[in-house]
Structures are given as C-alpha cells and as structure tokens.
C-alpha cells in the first residue's frame, strides 16, 4: 500500500506565508511526478503546481508566488506559498504518480489540508 500525507495548511494572514509538505510512503518503487491541487467550497478542484523530472508547472494565478520543490531520497514534495491572497483559501491536495514494488502504476492522492487566507 502507497499513501501520501500532507501536512503545514493554517490559518494566515493576506499577505503572508504558509509551506506545505507532503509525504509519501508504502510500497514504493518509483514515484514519478508529484503535484499539488486545491478546491475552494463550490468550484472544481484545479492543479497548482506539478514537478517532475520535465520541469515544473504552476496555474497562472500562483506564478511568482508558490514554489514547488522535491526531495527524492525523502520521497516528499513541497509547496512554500508566499504572498498569500484570499483566493488561495482551499483545501490543498498532495497527488504522486507512483510504481509501487509489485509494478502497478497507481495515482495517490492524500486527504488535504486546510489552507485560510485572512484579508
């Protein structure tokens, strides 16, 4: 079994700074890309930012804002978000492609962690 946890969401101020961390762990034979979602109450949730060994992505919203970074012998991703607006308020999802031990290629997702933006 491969499952990933996130954890660093709060309560922040406009204008501030929160880092989000994930981490996966299970069966692991190969993680691919790891990406962080978020869904804000009535809208669908939308990618935020992706890194793999191609490069990285952001949404245009987040771009100069958020960076997402990897550390591979850790098997963990990170989203360090600065300048925090209230439209950043969403529930923030951790997401990895993963070749488990036994082959199967699997999509992970966590359980979320609550991210509040404060004007």
């Known amino acids: 079994q491969v499952q990933v946890v996130e954890s660093g969401g709060g309560l922040v101020q406009s204008g501030g700074s929160l880092r989000l961390s994930c981490a996966a762990s299970?069966?692991?034979?190969?993680?691919?890309?790891m990406a962080w979602s978020r869904q804000a109450p009535g809208k669908e949730r939308e990618l935020v930012a992706r890194?793999?060994?191609?490069?990285?992505f952001y949404v245009d919203s987040v771009k100069g804002r958020f960076t997402i970074s990897r550390d591979n012998i850790k098997n963990m991703v990170f989203l360090q978000m600065n300048s925090l607006k209230p439209e950043d308020t969403a529930v923030y999802y951790c997401?990895?492609?993963?070749?488990?031990?036994?082959?199967?290629?699997?999509?992970?997702w966590g359980q979320g962690t609550q991210v509040t933006v404060s004007s």
């Open positions: 997401n990895a492609d993963v070749r488990t031990t036994t082959w199967a290629t699997v999509n992970i």
């Open positions: 890194i793999g060994d191609g490069g990285t």
């Open positions: 299970g069966s692991i034979g190969v993680i691919y890309d």
